[in-house]
């Protein structure tokens, strides 16, 4: 039988929190506080001008006042008040952004927290909201284009006193960039997706993976095992991949099958399990609550 203990020092826990569906700062911030008092190593909240009308239907939130949270003010704000926790964007849409723009707001956040932004990026891909609000929008490829030459400045900006750039969609000459980001060389880059060219920019340039949420097992061992055969192909450089899971009500009469799940994800190669509530519209108390019970009863079988 499967240990999940044998890969303790490995193992990760995070949450997704939402920033919309009427969930205010003073929520985020309660539940921020418990997840970074009870041991969860990372924190991350969505990056969008607004999301579909389903997303507000199941959070108890009004598809007609599609609200949403700035993610990076939000992660500012929650810096400033957590001491441990990690804090990342799942996913900053670097096509929607001015790169160099992106890269101060990053390490402002960086410096806040004193080393703690993990940079989840993307390509973005709900249409509607970059069309509504008058951002460039493309088909995938050309995204995906967009997205690797504005990471590519992102990184240089970070690393070299004075960038110079020019690429096929932007351009920068002999750029200053001070102060840097507090982590070194520079935050770590996730990535957001599943398809081969985000699995290859993970490989080339990241840490780690953030597939889409609530896949199943099979698919999470599908995109696993894909991701380790481009790293092979590439000089063998590994990577995290964090599988995603939305809460279970009621974890004190499920915990048997929870467990049972997150092992066969562990198995299937996922080394973090990431916690979503983004979509429940799990209220902050009862949202804090859950965290304790999780980390009351999962933690002590699974990181021991």
């Known amino acids: 039988m499967f240990k999940v203990g044998e890969y303790a020092l490995s193992l990760r826990f995070g949450i997704h929190l939402p920033t919309h569906g009427g969930y205010r700062y003073r929520d985020l911030l309660k539940v921020s506080l418990a997840a970074d008092r009870l041991g969860f190593c990372s924190l991350w909240v969505g990056d969008h001008f607004y999301l579909p009308e389903e997303y507000y239907a199941r959070s108890g939130g009004d598809p007609a006042k599609p609200d949403k949270l700035d993610a990076w003010t939000v992660l500012a704000a929650l810096a400033s008040q957590t001491d441990k926790i990690r804090l990342g964007t799942r996913v900053s849409p670097i096509p929607f952004y001015t790169p160099t723009r992106l890269a101060k707001v990053v390490t402002t956040v960086d410096i806040i927290s004193g080393g703690r932004v993990d940079f989840g990026v993307g390509a973005g891909w709900f249409k509607e909201e970059a069309v509504s609000y008058g951002v460039w929008w493309g088909n995938h490829k050309e995204r995906i284009s967009r997205m690797l030459e504005g990471l590519e400045i992102i990184l240089k900006l970070w690393t070299e006193d004075r960038t110079t750039y020019k690429g096929k969609h932007y351009e920068v000459y002999n750029a200053p960039f001070w102060p840097k980001p507090v982590q070194k060389p520079h935050p770590p880059v996730w990535f957001g997706g599943a398809s081969d060219q985000i699995l290859e920019a993970t490989v080339k340039y990241g840490v780690g993976l953030l597939p889409p949420p609530d896949i199943s097992v099979d698919e999470f061992k599908e995109l696993a095992d894909k991701i380790a055969r481009i790293a092979e192909n ?71």
């Open 234 to 304: 590439s000089g063998g450089k590994k990577v995290s991949l964090m599988a995603s899971l939305s809460y279970p009500e009621g974890l004190g009469e499920k915990s048997s099958k929870w467990l049972s799940t997150i092992e066969e994800y562990i198995e299937a190669g996922a080394n973090g399990i990431l916690i979503d509530f983004s979509r429940a519209g799990t209220p902050s108390d009862e949202a804090s609550s859950m965290l304790k019970e999780f980390s009351s009863q999962v933690f002590p079988r699974l990181l021991r």
